[in-house]
DNA sequence: GTGTATCGAATTTTT
DNA sequence: TTCGATACAC
């Protein structure tokens, strides 16, 4: 076995080795905390230690069977297997299999996604008939997030005179019945939420404490990941389960905290010496991941924040490329510039696709860059989003599995009952639910027995015969399911339900694919099976299966062989790295979002994200930002973050900024209004800005925390007027011409091809040969 | 009860 | 622009 203690730093070994008492890592961007985590498990077992008794949680589900390999690696599988791995909710979920009829719910209970919820919610507040647009059903959500995060139950809601007073100030008086409401629904349907999870988990360790005390006896070892993210009720979880043995150790780094929006709590981690005073303390600071440009950048950046844990993360790594910065002049031109930076470095860096990761700020952004990777034929792969599991015909095909299980899933049940459609209408599943109310009965018992219910709620014999047929159909399955393995039991129901034949009728495009999505899901259902058999501590049932999928994500789902460009949200990209990374969309409103930007809180999240983004880069990292964007359905103007004003000048490298020089040099016109030349150049914009500029001359302290270097600024026009001189653009390069471009070297101009506004260049290089170039985003100096 | 047309709203991030 | 809900015709 590799000695695995020799392959740490000083202060990453001393916390691998710290196994007894409470450990806190604070672990700067890059520094290897993975690498701790995973050792300081090995070293664990290698003392002894029980894998029965150690609980890890992570951020990801794919973080944990990562680790969980690893770890295998270095002490055996045989010995990895009974850990109990993964995120919050997948393991709890899992122990309320076991727990969960203590409060009166089913074992098999359905997780209800998010998609789920809405539609509960959308159907409370029609039959309370408030008004959608005070009560937005996501909103409402929210609200009922918070509460439960904070373990605010609905009595103690209803005791709490200082939240009813609250919401009632928020115009929605009503927010208790509502909770009521949805609380009872989700409960009669034997559901739980992604928040009830932790909720519940919660609640049990607290009422019973011979339930406490098991799993306490059990991990005896605790390890958190990511702890900076953690909210009140996991917390609390941890704290209760960590109270007798006090073996906990939580990772994480204040300065990437980024979900407090979804109740994440940065004071966990901030007064982790104040619950356990005697902890031990390990900063981990040297940053294996990035180069010194990129740290430095980074750290620039994160300074701006006043709330955060002092430290200094450093590399020993080389200087690396200083951070390419591209204005571009809409989200399509910025989308090009990227595919072809994309394309050359692949040839030019010997690069493959999968080296190369594209953040953005919102899922929207996916779309203009998804286009121009397809143009320039680039493969990629596009995370988060409406996933898989989410697409109709998945949700279709997953509420029949889901009732088969659980027959009182109210979802599952309206959402199946008439599709393929039955001639089961709106206003029979109407004067169902009013039955089912009446009776104080599930959905599905009413179907079950229509017979019986039939005649006093003025159901014909025709649809009376349809939904028993319906409730037959599902009684069969569930039989099934006793001696079938899942995947035969799947497919049987996918035949006999009618929804293949229905996919199949559909020939368009999107039928099409819809189909292939189903077979797709069927084929899971298989593999699945297959690899849960494998295991001796498997789990093939279809449960099993549900809740995997219930609880999956997107970043879960990456095929180790995929080469492909990588595409999501910079939350999603929170634990991983890429050689280069492209962070788009830069511009106020976006990138700090609209919706962040009234308090420093919000705001100093903002720039955690940022910072989050920048430090996923090892060597190459490059900021874009567009003068104009395509936004609900609109050409928007938009202005450069003020992130970019924040990063020390001294790490970037302006890349463009001749552009709105030619645009203003007037001497053409051919391409000035290609986006409108009132987007940016109307006489308002610039009167605006020069208002601001002057404001802040008066008073420096206006904009910045810090000072920052006099740098080219964004102006477009006027200032950087001069340096055009010596740079090309497509209207002074001319055929013949010696020039030199960053990487290629010195080449002559062979052609010139296309209108004015998008020309491209035929250049020989002396070293690199023949290229076309976009004049666009090649940076060329002429020489001759 | 089903299918189509038209209008309106929507974008922050996710387990 | 795209998705979803609602209204209306069959």
């Avoid at 080795?17 to 995973?38: F, N, Q």
């Avoid at 939904?467 to 079938?484: E, G, S, Y």
């Avoid at 302290?701 to 080219?712: D, F, G, Y």
Wanted: charged share 25%.
């Amino acid at each position: 076995m590799e000695n695995y203690l020799d392959l740490l730093n000083e202060p990453q070994r001393k916390a691998v080795e710290a196994t007894e008492g409470p450990v806190m890592v604070i672990a700067g961007a890059g520094s290897g905390k993975t690498r701790v985590l995973t050792y300081r498990i090995a070293h664990l077992l290698n003392k002894g230690v029980d894998s029965f008794n150690i609980l890890s949680l992570t951020f990801t589900n794919k973080a944990a069977k990562e680790m969980k390999e690893r770890i295998a690696n270095v002490v055996g599988h045989s010995e990895a297997k009974n850990l109990w791995m993964g995120t919050f909710h997948s393991v709890f979920a899992r122990m309320l299999r076991v727990e969960a009829p203590l409060l009166g719910y089913p074992s098999d209970f359905t997780i209800y996604d998010q998609q789920d919820a809405v539609s509960v919610m959308s159907k409370i507040i029609t039959e309370m008939n408030l008004d959608k647009d005070i009560y937005k059903p996501k909103q409402v959500l929210g609200r009922i997030s918070q509460y439960k995060n904070n373990l605010i139950t609905v009595r103690a809601y209803h005791n709490n005179q200082a939240l009813i007073e609250a919401d009632a100030e928020a115009m929605k008086p009503r927010m208790g019945d509502i909770y009521r409401a949805y609380v009872d629904r989700c409960f009669k349907s034997g559901a739980m939420d992604f928040d009830d999870l932790l909720l519940r988990t919660n609640e049990i360790l607290t009422r019973f404490p011979e339930v406490l005390s098991k799993y306490q006896e059990r991990f005896k070892y605790i390890m958190v990941d990511e702890y900076q993210d953690t909210n009140h009720s996991q917390y609390l979880i941890v704290k209760a389960l960590a109270s007798r043995y006090e073996n906990i150790c939580v990772v994480g780094d204040d300065a990437q905290s980024i979900y407090a929006f979804r109740g994440a709590n940065i004071r966990n981690i901030l007064s982790f010496k104040q619950d356990y005073p005697d902890a031990q303390l390990y900063p981990l600071e040297q940053n294996y991941r990035s180069s010194q440009n990129i740290v430095q950048a980074a750290n620039t950046i994160i300074a701006h924040n006043q709330d955060q844990l002092e430290k200094n993360v450093w590399t020993s790594n080389e200087e690396g490329e200083k951070i390419a910065v591209y204005r571009a002049l809409s989200d399509a031109d910025e989308a090009r510039y990227i595919a072809s930076q994309i394309w050359e470095r692949q040839i030019s860096d010997h690069l493959q696709p999968k080296d190369f990761a594209i953040l953005y700020r919102t899922n929207a952004q996916s779309r203009a860059l998804e286009e121009a990777l397809r143009k320039r034929g680039i493969k990629y792969r596009v995370f988060g989003g409406t996933s898989f599991y989410q697409r109709k015909e998945i949700k279709d095909m997953v509420g029949y599995m889901r009732l088969l299980i659980n027959q009182n899933d109210e979802e599952a049940l309206l959402r199946t009952i008439n599709y393929p459609a039955r001639g089961i209408g709106q206003t029979t599943i109407s004067k169902l639910l009013v039955a089912a109310d009446q009776h104080q009965s599930t959905l599905f018992n009413i179907v079950e027995n229509i017979s019986m219910y039939a005649p006093t709620i003025g159901i014909n014999a025709g649809t009376s015969n349809k939904l028993n047929d319906f409730a037959l159909l599902i009684k069969r399955f569930q039989v099934m399911l006793k001696t079938h393995d899942v995947y035969e039991v799947t497919m049987e129901m996918a035949k006999a339900t009618g929804l293949l034949r229905t996919l199949k009728e559909d020939s368009t495009p999107e039928g099409i694919s819809r189909l292939e999505n189903v077979q797709e899901l069927l084929n899971s259902i298989q593999g699945y099976v297959d690899e849960q058999k494998q295991l001796e501590d498997g789990d093939a049932s279809l449960s099993g299966f549900l809740e995997n999928i219930a609880l999956a994500t997107d970043a879960d789902n990456t095929d180790e062989d995929d080469n492909q460009v990588n595409l999501m949200t910079v939350h999603l990209a929170k634990g991983l790295e890429f050689p280069v990374v492209f962070i788009a969309g830069l511009e106020e409103n976006l990138f700090p979002s609209m919706m962040a930007v009234n308090t420093r809180a919000e705001l100093e999240e903002e720039r955690r994200l940022f910072y989050v983004a920048l430090t996923r880069a090892e060597k190459v990292a490059y900021f874009t930002y567009s003068v104009s964007r395509f936004r609900w359905g609109k050409i928007i103007d938009c202005e450069p973050s003020r992130f970019l004003e924040e990063v020390d000048s001294n790490y970037l490298d302006w890349k463009n900024l001749h552009i709105p020089t030619q645009r203003n040099s007037n001497n053409s016109g051919l391409s000035a209004d290609l986006f409108g030349d009132d987007n940016y150049s109307a006489p308002a914009r610039y009167s605006s800005e020069s208002r601001e500029k002057s404001a802040a001359r008066q008073n420096p302290n206006i904009r910045r925390a810090t000072p920052t270097p006099p740098k080219a600024n964004f102006k477009p026009v006027g200032e950087t007027k001069s340096t055009s001189a010596n740079t090309a653009n497509h209207l002074g390069l001319q055929i013949g011409q010696v020039v030199l471009h960053d990487r290629f070297g010195r080449g002559e101009v062979k052609d010139l091809q296309g209108d004015p506004s998008d020309m491209k260049a035929i250049i020989h290089f002396d070293t690199a040969g023949e290229k076309k170039l976009l004049l666009n985003f090649a940076k060329l100096k002429i020489i001759s």
